[in-house]
């Protein structure tokens, strides 16, 4: 008997026109896992933006209940964070090539995880919704498609106890040097509580400086006003992780998109027998220049930190549920954020948490 099953809710659905998609599950498995594929077909070689940026905003909502929300850039972010890294990435900027984004919404602490799994019966009129503009990431695609895949449990009979949330709670307007104050939801467990903020050419500290979090207006400080730097190099979670991305390079320098934002290292591999050779400046925050000293193509393989300029604050055992931030039994949780001296222009700042909901 088959314990576990994967299916595809729609297999790449034409999505040219950006849209929103709504989707129902109505369905009476019990999720792991949810998929969203989407695949720009690039038209030219110049990159625009990465290519999550192709994906606004993916929802799940019962109702004016937000079970999950974020754009595919955070949703990435979050992936590393409880992956090490992403299901699959291709940074493609090539004209006439593929460039795709995959996030999933993982409600397990790993998949197939029996005590944590989305229940779409326990909830009335449970629905994803994807926003997407193919014109947003890669290299000015015109032409995209959409694909959602389910891992569910089959077979096997569970009896979850409740699910991970995840979501953006608060967003705002980053001023250079300014202090930002926000109030950490309280109602549930927290397993996580993510800072992210993304600009060209800056790094995540350049952006939220000093991070400070306390309990009960002050009377106990969990992180006091530490730099995001630091943060970065001892906070558990925030390990070093690679990606790629291929380009079509030439005499002149142009900035491509990548996943990691902090303390970036760069090897070339020229996949072309006439190949020239590759040229690039130290890679700052989300982009890297490259050029060669002659037309060719090839693959950057890149290492670093921070996901998308994301700061990862994980509390306690990630596996075990009885030790996570049970801030139910405070009366405040409180984020104060400090920007950086100068932050990027039109720059905003999120804050987004990981809960455990249960049923």
């Known amino acids: 008997m088959a314990k576990y099953r994967h299916a595809a809710l729609i297999d790449a659905e034409s999505a040219t026109t950006a849209a929103t998609k709504t989707l129902d599950l109505d369905m009476t498995e019990k999720i792991s896992r949810l998929s969203v594929e989407f695949k720009g077909t690039n038209n030219g070689s110049t990159p625009t933006a990465h290519p999550s940026k192709m994906v606004s905003k993916i929802e799940l909502v019962d109702g004016s209940d937000v079970l999950f929300s974020m754009s595919a850039t955070q949703a990435e972010a979050f992936n590393v964070f409880d992956m090490g890294n992403v299901l699959y990435l291709e940074e493609n900027y ?21 005590q944590l799994a989305l229940d779409p019966t326990k909830f009335d009129n449970l629905q994803l919704k994807v926003t997407h503009n193919r014109a947003s990431g890669g290299s000015a695609p015109d032409a995209a498609t959409l694909s959602v895949f389910l891992d569910t449990f089959d077979e096997k009979a569970i009896s979850p106890i409740g699910f991970l949330q995840s979501k953006e ?12 104050t926000t109030e950490v939801p309280t109602d549930m467990p927290l397993r996580k509580l993510v800072i992210q903020s993304l600009a060209d050419g800056k790094q995540p500290f350049e952006q939220y400086n000093k991070v400070k979090l306390e309990e009960n207006s002050g009377q106990k400080v969990i992180i006091n006003d530490i730099k995001t730097s630091d943060l970065l190099k001892f906070m558990p979670g925030n390990d070093y992780f690679e990606s790629f991305f291929r380009g079509s390079f030439s005499t002149s320098a142009d900035d491509y998109y990548t996943r990691p934002t902090y303390d970036n290292k760069v090897v070339p591999c020229a996949f072309l027998a006439d190949g020239g050779f590759f040229l690039t400046t130290a890679p700052t925050g989300p982009t890297v220049p490259c050029d060669a000293t002659s037309a060719t193509e090839g693959d950057y393989r890149v290492c670093g930190k921070s996901p998308h300029g994301a700061l990862n604050i994980q509390f306690g055992d990630q596996d075990d549920i009885n030790d996570w931030y049970d801030v139910t039994k405070l009366k405040a949780l409180t984020l104060k954020l400090t920007a950086g001296s100068s932050v990027g222009s039109s720059s905003t700042c999120s804050v987004l948490v990981q809960q455990l909901r249960r049923y």
Not at 169 to 180: C, K
């Open 94 to 114: 090539i004209d006439n090539n593929c460039t795709v984004t995959m996030p999933c919404l993982n409600f397990g602490r790993y998949l197939w995880d029996p």
């Open 169 to 180: 709670v608060y967003s705002y307007s980053l001023t250079s040097s300014a202090i930002e």
